[in-house]
């Protein structure tokens, strides 16, 4: 079973790029999260969407846009990366009546 | 242990004998938590949860124990392998209708075979 599949899985990118972060899932769940994960501070959310259609900000948005257009994809996009945006990115889904998140395996993005 | 803010502190175990990793959380409104696994290179991977209605909740081989009195969660592994060697965090959520979690830094578990 694929679960979430994200892309690439790893990439280098130099600054001031732009780059659009691929997520998909086949768990047909109506929330979709993404997740930055740095050294020392663990799991941060970037943006979120409880439904197709919705989206919202999370702990640390700025630089980065999503949409949501349909229940199964969820892009992030950074317009003009920085080298701050170093990082391991995750996609999640969840199910809102258990919250469980469940995770894909994760996207390595150098900013040189 | 951990607790949801601190430094990530590391559990180094002997193969066969019980784990158990610490969890303290500030939100008293949560009332939904989640224990993950992550091996080095991969995603967060789902072990088990607990309701705040509950305070104890078994697995196949893993026991997450629940104190709402001190804000205590724990998630103990039996039999530890090490193929159990990995971060382990726990999250939590605070409720609401934006299902997001607030998730803790993590403990190393190393397993000594």
């Known amino acids: 079973t694929a679960g979430i599949t994200q892309a690439p899985t790893s990439q280098i990118l130099a600054a001031g790029r732009s780059m659009t972060l691929r997520c998909t899932q086949d768990?047909?769940?109506?929330?979709m999260y993404w997740y930055r994960q740095d050294l020392g501070l663990g799991l941060r959310l970037i943006h979120y969407?409880?439904?197709?259609?919705?989206?919202g900000k999370g702990e640390v948005p700025d630089g980065y846009s999503v949409s949501r257009a349909n229940t199964d994809d969820f892009p992030l996009t950074l317009a003009s990366a920085v080298p701050s945006q170093t990082s391991v990115y995750f996609c999640?889904?969840?199910?809102?009546?258990?919250?469980?998140?469940?995770f894909g395996p994760g996207t390595r993005l150098t900013v040189l | 242990g951990e607790s949801v803010g601190l430094h990530l502190p590391t559990l180094s175990v002997q193969g066969g004998d019980n784990s158990i990793i610490n969890c303290a959380y500030s939100?008293?409104?949560?009332?939904?938590f989640i224990w993950y696994k992550q091996e080095s290179g991969k995603g967060p991977q789902f072990i088990i949860d607990?309701?705040?209605?509950?305070d104890k909740r078994q697995g196949q081989r893993v026991t997450v124990l629940l104190n709402k009195t001190v804000k205590h969660l724990s998630l103990q592994i039996a039999a530890t392998q090490p193929g159990d060697s990995a971060v382990y965090f726990c999250?939590?959520?605070?409720?609401?209708?934006?299902?997001?979690?607030?998730f803790g830094k993590g403990t190393l578990l190393t397993v000594n075979p």
């Open positions: 999640a889904a969840g199910s809102g009546h258990t919250d469980t998140q469940y």
């Open positions: 768990m047909r769940h109506n929330a």
């Open positions: 969407s409880n439904t197709a259609g919705t989206t």
């Open positions: 939100n008293s409104a949560s009332d939904y």
């Open positions: 607990i309701r705040s209605n509950m």
């Open positions: 999250a939590e959520n605070s409720g609401g209708s934006n299902y997001k979690l607030t």
